[in-house]
Nanobody
Framework: QVQLVESGGGLVQPGGSLRLSCAAS????????VAWYRQAPGKERERVAS???????NYKDSLRGRFTISTDNAKNTIYLQMNSLNPEDTAVYYC???????????WGQGTQVTVSS
C-alpha cells in the first residue's frame, strides 16, 4: 500500500509557474510508472506527464515544453514543474503510482491549481 499526498497547488496568474509535489509513503524507486493527471471541471481526467521505470518521460503533446515531471527517489517524491500557465491549465492535479504493470495504481487526493488574473 502506497499513500500519496500532493501539495503545491494554488492560485497563479496567467504566465506564472507552480511546482507540484507528491510525497509517497513508501519507496517509488522500483515503480513501473509514476504520473501526474489532471481533471478540469466537466472534463475527464487526463494524464499530463509520466515517467517509466527506465526513466523515460512522456508528456501530453500540448503540454510538452511547459511541464516537466521529475522524481527524487531519496525523498520518495514526484514533482511537476509547470511553466507559462494559462487558464486552460486550471484543474485538480493528481499524482499516480503504478508499482507493477497490470497492478492497480495508487492515487493521491489531488491539489487544486487555478490560473486566473
Amino acid at each position: 500500500q502506497v499513500q500519496l499526498v500532493e501539495s503545491g497547488g494554488g492560485l497563479v496568474q496567467p504566465g506564472g509557474s507552480l511546482r507540484l509535489s507528491c510525497a509517497a509513503s513508501g519507496s517509488i524507486f522500483s515503480a513501473f510508472r509514476v504520473a501526474w493527471y489532471r481533471q478540469a471541471p466537466g472534463k475527464e481526467r487526463e494524464r499530463v506527464a509520466s515517467i517509466l521505470r527506465n526513466g523515460t518521460p512522456n508528456y501530453k503533446d500540448s503540454l510538452r515544453g511547459r511541464f516537466t515531471i521529475s522524481t527524487d527517489n531519496a525523498k520518495n517524491t514526484i514533482y511537476l514543474q509547470m511553466n507559462s500557465l494559462n487558464p486552460e491549465d486550471t484543474a485538480v492535479y493528481y499524482c499516480n503510482v503504478q508499482m507493477s504493470l497490470g497492478q492497480q495504481a495508487y492515487w493521491g487526493q489531488g491539489t487544486q491549481v487555478t490560473v486566473s488574473s
